[in-house]
Each structure stands twice: as C-alpha cells, then as structure tokens.
C-alpha cells in the first residue's frame, strides 16, 4: 500500500489525536462517531485513518496493515509489543491502572496473609506480572468490560482496572486500593513501514512530537 495508513480507536483516543494530526496537515475527512466508514480519508491525498477497536491497534501496525497507529501503554503491554517501534508517549487518554475493591475490603490484611486473591481484568498480564513482583499469589478472571460488576456480583474479591475521576468505582461503592501504574497513549509505528516509508513517516513523526503538550 501506498502513502500513510493510520490506525486509531473511535473515542477519547480519536478525539485528543486530531489536534496531534492538524500539527502534521492531516485532518481526517468524517467523523467516525457519525458516519459507519472504517476507512476515512483525510485532507492529505497519501494519508488515510482506518478505525479499529482499542485493543486491535497494535495488531494492525505489527503486521502492517496500518504503517502507525495510536494505543493506550495498558493495550500494548497486553499486546507485548512485538513488530511495533514506540517512538513517542503523546501524554494523550491519561488514567490510572489500579487494583479496586469494594469500601470495606481489607485489601492489606489479603495481601499479607498469603491466601490466593481472587482478582477480574481486562488486563490479565499486568495483573500478573504485578501481584507476581509483590509475590502475592492470585487467581485471574478474565474479563472484557463491566469490571466493575464482578467484586459486587461475587465473582472476584477486586479488580485490576483503568481509573481516571473515580466515579465509576464510586458509583458501584468501590475503592482504589492501589495504584500499579500510570497509563497514556503512545505512537506506535511499524518497525519494516519506518525503513521502507521512512520519508513520509518521518515528518509525520517530527510534527506530532512538536504538538505534543
Ligand atoms: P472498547 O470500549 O472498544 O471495549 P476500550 O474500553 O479499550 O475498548 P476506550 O474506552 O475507548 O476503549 O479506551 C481506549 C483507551 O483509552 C484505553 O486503552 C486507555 O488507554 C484509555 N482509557 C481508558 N479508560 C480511560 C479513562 N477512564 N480515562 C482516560 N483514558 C482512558
Ligand atoms: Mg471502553
């Protein structure tokens, strides 16, 4: 394929790029809240935007069909990274990750006592690797959305989860117990599409590093 292609998730991500994408003349021709296209063009003739769920990002630029795209560090540390060149964190969709329980729970006293913990996520590599590095033993349950329901609805005694105001959790009588880490979006770019596309990527690349707040 010929020109650009540009992977991004309809959204908060779609929204907080555009100011990132104006910086390098690229503006993309719809909005795809409104029309149902997956693939839009834009107001350079060898760019377009192709819409893609979150998580699928990654997998779109590491096997090429989409030379860049933009993901959550929650995604690509699910994803693990492999083909994908990571070049800026553009301080864009920021949250949290954090484990959450509901009020009352005493999360300290199960982390100490060394019984198994019984955790629902999304995000079960970094769960693991988390309660791993505290040497906590965990059972994992994998979810794909609602994490809030499962400690209410008893299928996990926490969750492992994104956070950014807290109103959800608050909403459903849960607390952050702890934060694991600090999350944004990054640039991800196709490692072969950077060597063979290098004088079209590269400005690309340069322009939103120079918008980046
Ligand atoms: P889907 O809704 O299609 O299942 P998703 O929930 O991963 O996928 P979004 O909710 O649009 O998609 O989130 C996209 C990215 O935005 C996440 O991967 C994360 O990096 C970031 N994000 C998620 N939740 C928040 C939040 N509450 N505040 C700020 N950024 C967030
Ligand atoms: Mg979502």
Redesign the pocket.
Known sequence: MSGITIAL?????FEETLPLLAAAGIVPAEDPEKSRKLIIATSRADVRVVIV???DVPTYVQYGAADMGI?????LLEHGGAGLYQPLDLKI???RMCVAAPAGFDYAAAVRQGARLCIATKYITVAREHFAAKGVHVDLIKL??SMELAPLAGLAEAIVD????GATLKANNLVEVEEIMG???RLIVNQAALKMKRELLQPVIAAIEGAIK
Not at 9 to 13: A, D, L, M, P, V
Not at 71 to 75: C, E, F, R, T, Y
Request: glycine share 12%; net charge positive.
């Open positions: 998730s309809k959204g908060r991500i769920r979150a998580s993901a959550g560090k929650d995604v969709a920021r949250c794909y959305g994104l956070v950014s105001s999350i944004s979006s």
